[in-house]
């Protein structure tokens, strides 16, 4: 039933739009505690907003939910004159289907709505290929629209893998309004004997006036096999919250049980807003 329905929705996004993107619209715990890294290795449902074609290596049908509350510096509950707001998505993926694998997810932000759909396929062992779409709805002042992602998976051996997107590939005007320009993005993840995980994206994009050249990394550490513990920082890079690019940190937990995901992170935006992320978040999969 699940692989069934994403087929389905997967094949009506593309009837929807003839340009049609993925990106970090929304950042998991588990990428925001990476400092939005993770492209190379996008844990469980976040293939769906990092990387596509990463996919087609997380064979496993997986169920998830994550919400995220902001704030500035202010002490006061609900903050006053100063950002602060909630955001929430929830997300399917089947990586298990023959044909090709896919993720479905919906994401509620303060600026709009979106609905992500991505789908990869590995024509070539150890070699995954994928195409995401994004629709942007309910923005004020802002038409809705579409754009598009493409991005290429490798994983030439277990200690180190690789992966290249192109996000908003055509720039629409409705990605613009929420901060979302062309961007190019190599990931890579390093895995060191399984106890420790490193996580390098830089990134570049051109339209932007400054801040052209960015990188987002992480580092993971196994500290049981079931437990993690994550440190990230981020520089000239999307968040996601406040629609805008900047710099800051982030730190999470993660605990992982036969078939179940819980994550926690906070995630601190130093410029341009100064703002605290929390993000909670639990996925099943199966």
Avoid: C
């Avoid at 290795?41 to 064979?59: E, H, K």
């Avoid at 942007?136 to 690789?162: A, E, M, R």
């Amino acid at each position: 039933m699940l692989k069934h329905f994403i087929s389905v929705s997967f094949g009506l996004s593309i009837l929807m739009s003839s340009t049609l993107s993925v990106a970090s619209d929304f950042h998991s715990p588990r990428t925001a505690a990476l400092g939005g890294a993770g492209h190379a290795g996008p844990m469980l449902n976040d293939a769906i907003f990092l990387n596509p074609s990463y996919t087609s290596f997380l064979p496993a049908y997986g169920i998830g939910g994550n919400y995220l509350t902001f704030s500035g510096p202010s002490r006061t509950t609900p903050p006053t004159g100063e950002p602060h707001g909630r955001n929430y998505s929830l997300s399917i993926q089947d990586g298990r289907n023959d044909i090709f694998q896919a993720g479905l997810a919906y994401t509620q932000r303060e600026d709009g709505t979106m609905v992500h759909v991505g789908a990869s396929k590995s024509f070539i062992k150890r070699v995954g290929f994928g195409l995401g779409t994004k629709l942007y709805l309910n923005h004020p002042g802002s038409k809705n629209g579409t754009d598009v992602t493409f991005s290429v998976s490798g994983i030439p051996s277990d200690q180190f893998q690789t992966a290249f997107i192109i996000d908003n590939l055509f720039e629409s005007d409705a990605g613009i309004a929420r901060g979302n320009y062309r961007e190019f993005t190599i990931g890579t993840k390093i895995n060191l004997q399984s106890i420790v995980l490193l996580y390098i994206d830089p990134h570049y994009t051109p339209s932007v006036e400054t801040g052209k050249l960015g990188v987002e990394s992480g580092i993971e550490f196994v500290l049981m096999s079931d437990l993690f513990l994550r440190l990230g920082l981020f520089r000239n890079s999307n968040i996601p919250y406040q629609a805008s690019r900047g710099r800051g940190y982030g730190i999470g937990l993660g605990w992982m049980a036969p078939r179940l995901s819980l994550d926690y992170a906070i995630q601190r935006a130093i410029e341009p807003m100064a703002t605290t992320a929390h993000i909670f978040g639990a996925t099943a999969f199966f």
